[in-house]
């Protein structure tokens, strides 16, 4: 159910929104979580939720090291560090629209522009009851960028999304479950792994290699990575962890993605044509909201063929007007109604 009919369909009971509301995050939360197990298969089950502790940083029985120290880079987790949830933004991205809504057409402080979501979620268990839960919102981009300003626009809708999700997952009664993985020092470094692999890497990846599969793509990609960040070998890891994390990665708090990192007693040659990977990490920008992207708040007028369709809060919908729908720079959404003939009108 389009997100700004639930009202209309409700009669605004504000006890039957908030289920609904609930039910239209998790049904697109689900879609994300496939496409991030789809992207590797070592991606977090349903059932677990993607937490991290120093159990992590031993080999699993593949010999995949999930959490490892990286002298560039600081603690990463590679579960965390998938491209699958960065690779369905990119995609609304590249398409300059998002699959599930046809509003049209949109402006940003009078400039074209074109609508995308972005969120993410976890899955696991609170006693008996399993579920997934997370955030998603919408965003808008403006439509004359570019690719320089396309992606650090991305990079800042990829940013808002994690915080906006390790606030949610801190909060009751979410916690209860996700214990001290809100905001863990490793979160946003590596959730900046997986929006670099897939803006950056992975695309370049497969334009070298065209008859490379994905499965192959993002192996490389995380190979690479771990390369260029300057992997460290697992006992090397454990002791910086042991020292620097004494009561866990994830009872002490980092809100920036900026790596941390720490004094090492390895030093991994990194190889000269990875070098640019790291710097090109490293030196990652992220626009600012209310430049070339604002995240929408309240809800989206949707549309179907061309017409926008508000509901009036009666559980039918009002009247159907053709419109232009403008958003300011914080993000509210102001329509303007167009004749059949000639130019838009306020």
């Known amino acids: 159910m389009p997100v700004n009919s639930i009202g209309a369909f409700a009669g605004f009971n504000p006890v039957l929104i908030a289920a609904l509301k609930f039910v239209d995050v998790m049904a697109t939360q689900k879609q994300g979580t496939i496409q991030q197990q789809a992207a590797n298969p070592r991606a977090v089950a349903p059932g677990r939720l993607p937490m991290t502790d120093s159990g992590d940083l031993a080999p699993d029985k593949d010999g995949w090291r999930r959490l490892s120290y990286t002298v560039n880079g600081g603690f990463i987790d590679w579960g965390h560090g998938l491209p699958g949830s960065a690779a369905g933004l990119k995609q609304d991205i590249d398409n300059k629209r998002n699959s599930d809504l046809t509003v049209e057409p949109i402006t940003l402080n009078g400039q074209p522009a074109y609508i995308v979501e972005y969120g993410q979620s976890q899955s696991g268990s609170l006693g008996p009851f399993h579920n997934t839960n997370g955030t998603h919102d919408y965003y808008v981009i403006r439509g004359d960028l570019s690719e320089q300003q396309v992606r650090e626009a991305a990079f800042g809708i990829y940013l808002d999304g994690s915080n906006a999700f390790e606030k949610h997952q801190g909060s009751f009664p979410w916690s209860l479950r996700s214990g001290g ?20 890497l992975e695309p370049e990846l497969r334009n070298a290699n065209p008859t490379w599969s994905d499965s192959q793509i993002h192996q490389e990609s995380e190979n690479i990575m771990r390369s260029a960040l300057g992997e460290v070998s697992v006992d090397e890891s454990k002791r910086i962890y042991d020292q ?28 000269v044509e990875y ?21 929408v708040r309240g809800d989206i007028p949707y549309t179907d063929h061309g017409w926008i369709f508000l509901g009036n809060g009666e559980g039918k919908p009002a009247t159907e007007v053709p419109v232009t729908v403008d958003f300011d720079s914080s993000g509210k959404a102001h329509l303007k109604q167009r004749p059949l003939f000639g130019p838009y009108e306020v």
């Not at 905001?183 to 692999?197: H, I």
């Not at 090109?280 to 070339?292: Q, R, S, V, W």
């Open 181 to 200: 993985s809100s905001f863990s020092y490793e979160d946003l470094t590596s959730n900046a792994v997986g929006f670099y692999r897939a803006f950056v």
């Open 244 to 271: 620097q994390f004494p009561d866990g990665i994830g009872n002490q708090k980092k809100h920036d993605w900026h790596p941390g990192t720490f004094q090492s007693n390895e030093s991994p040659a990194i190889p």
């Open 275 to 295: 070098q640019r990977y790291s710097d090109e990490f490293l030196n990652m920008t992220a626009a600012a909201e209310g430049t070339t992207w604002v995240r």
